[in-house]
Structures are given as C-alpha cells and as structure tokens.
C-alpha cells in the first residue's frame, strides 16, 4: 500500500551549556509515515549557531526537493531571520556586523532548492516533537567526541 503526503515536516532544536560552550543540535524528519532523528555534538559553540545548524543539517538530510518543508523551530533568531526576511538583507550587506555569517550562507545556498515555511513553537512546552529534539541536542552535547565548530573556534581566538 502506498502512503502519500504533500509536506515534509522537520523539526529542530539546538543547545548549549553555556554560551559559547559544548554544544548539540537535534532534527526530526518526518514525511507522513516515514522518520528520522539525528543529534550531532560540538566542543565549543553557541545556542544560536546550533539551533541555525540544526536547520541547515535537516535541509541537507533530504533526498527530494518535491514536496514543501515545514520546518518547526523554537528559536526567534532562526524563524524571524527568515519570515521577516532580515537574513536577505544581511546577505546583500555582506553579512556586515553579523553573527553567523557562515551559517548563513549555508542556509541561504539550500534555501532556493526547496518551498520551506518556518513555523516558531514555544521551547520546553507541550510539543512533543520539539522536546524530543531538545532531548537529542542537550544528549549529543554530552556525546564524545565532540566536533569542532571550526569557524566559530577561530573567531573566538582572534578576539584574546
């Protein structure tokens, strides 16, 4: 039997202990009967970067552009950037006095592939799906080893 749907849905959470600090991001794929979780650690990153790479990871995660994605977030950073459309305005200023930038432009090289709408959902309330990509993201920010946020760790080390 043949199941159909017409959105992918992907759901993302990203964490930090401390901020910057150990990191992790968690997404959560679903197409209608299909799913998948995936988690991945960083050794020294922030909030805002993992919850932007949670996206981008989720993104990079699908094998079909021909369905719209629906992608559930708990971060105002991440949803305003891109439903206000601020993110477009920052890329054409050269990312000028931007946090992220490599992020970014990550999520800008995918973001013409696909139909997405970004959905805001309230963190560590009664979504299910959205506290089940907490959980992934704080667990891989405990995980080892942990990867290395290349970009970010050589920007902090310009500024001592």
Not at 14 to 30: C, D, F
Request: glycine letters at 8%; proline letters at 4%.
């Amino acid at each position: 039997m043949l199941i159909s749907f017409s959105e992918i849905h992907i759901y993302t959470d990203g964490a930090a202990r401390g901020n910057p600090g150990p990191g992790g991001l968690g997404v959560i794929l679903i197409a209608g009967p299909n799913r998948k979780e995936y988690a991945e650690g960083y050794r020294f990153t922030t909030n805002n970067r993992m919850e932007l790479l949670a996206v981008i990871r989720g993104l990079e995660m699908l094998k079909t552009n021909k369905y719209p994605v629906v992608i559930y977030s708990d971060s105002k950073y991440v949803v305003d950037a891109v439903e206000k459309k601020w993110v477009f305005g920052w890329a054409a200023k050269g990312f000028k006095d931007k946090k992220n930038a490599d992020l970014w432009m990550q999520f800008l090289q995918l973001y013409p592939h696909f139909k997405i709408r970004f959905v805001w959902v309230k963190g560590h309330a009664n979504n299910p799906e959205n506290n089940r990509c907490d959980e992934l993201a704080v667990r891989a920010s405990h995980s080892s080893p942990l990867k290395i946020d290349t970009i970010f760790e050589a920007q902090q080390n310009k500024l001592f």
